[in-house]
């Protein structure tokens, strides 16, 4: 595995960035929205978006003076339902915390 694999995994490594690409899987947003959603400060929130969107999970278009940020569906919704499909037949760990 070369290391931008292991960077690719470094993008995804927090809970926030995990509730980021979660919430826009289910709509678009701003930062203030998603901040609000998420009960995070919009500062933190911002941040996460920036590593997301430079690894290309997240994807931002202007709209007035906002940026309203979606979820690259086109290879974060395969990668999901991979992701998924794992967990739930191999991780041991992610069993024990979701029942």
Same mark, same amino acid.
Request: hydrophobic fraction near 30%.
């Given at each position: 595995? %070369? !290391? #931008?694999?292991?960077?690719?995994?470094?993008?995804?490594?927090?809970?926030?960035?995990?509730?980021?690409?979660?919430?826009?899987? &289910? @709509?678009? *947003? @701003?930062?203030? &929205?998603?901040? #609000?959603?998420?009960?995070?400060?919009? !500062?933190?929130? @911002?941040?996460?978006?920036? !590593?997301?969107?430079?690894? /290309?999970?997240?994807?931002?278009?202007?709209? /007035?003076?906002?940026?309203?940020?979606? *979820? %690259?569906?086109?290879?974060?919704?395969?990668?999901?339902?991979?992701?998924?499909?794992?967990?739930? =037949? %191999?991780?041991?760990?992610? =069993? =024990?915390? !979701? #029942?």
């Amino acid at each position: 595995m %070369n !290391s #931008g694999c292991y960077l690719f995994f470094e993008t995804l490594a927090t809970r926030l960035k995990s509730d980021i690409i979660e919430t826009l899987d &289910e @709509s678009p *947003l @701003s930062v203030s &929205e998603l901040a #609000g959603k998420l009960r995070q400060e919009r !500062s933190k929130v @911002s941040h996460a978006l920036l !590593s997301l969107e430079e690894c /290309g999970f997240v994807k931002a278009e202007k709209k /007035g003076k906002s940026r309203i940020y979606f *979820l %690259n569906k086109q290879t974060m919704r395969p990668l999901l339902r991979l992701i998924e499909k794992h967990t739930q =037949k %191999n991780c041991r760990i992610c =069993k =024990k915390h !979701s #029942g």
